[in-house]
């Protein structure tokens, strides 16, 4: 009996774990859209200043949001 109780023990936090884990990844694939979006908006001064060109910028936010 003693080893089925750890085996339901141990279950429990490996749930929680990748729990978390897929609300980190659904976090950073909406950071990644939302600052895909923002780039793409930018005017050429702005992107001037942070040293960005406008094609690459343009490649930059084309990209699906999954991909780092």
Do not use: Y
């Not at 936090?13 to 600052?35: D, E, I, M, T």
């Not at 910028?57 to 084309?62: E, I, R, T, V, Y």
């Amino acid at each position: 009996m003693s080893t089925l109780d750890k085996s339901t023990k141990t279950a429990r936090p490996r749930r929680l774990l990748s729990l978390s884990h897929v609300k980190q990844g659904l976090a950073n694939w909406s950071r990644r859209a939302r600052s895909r979006k923002e780039l793409m908006n930018l005017s050429d001064r702005c992107l001037n200043d942070i040293g960005i060109a406008r094609h690459s910028s343009g490649l930059k936010s084309c990209k699906p949001f999954w991909m780092a």
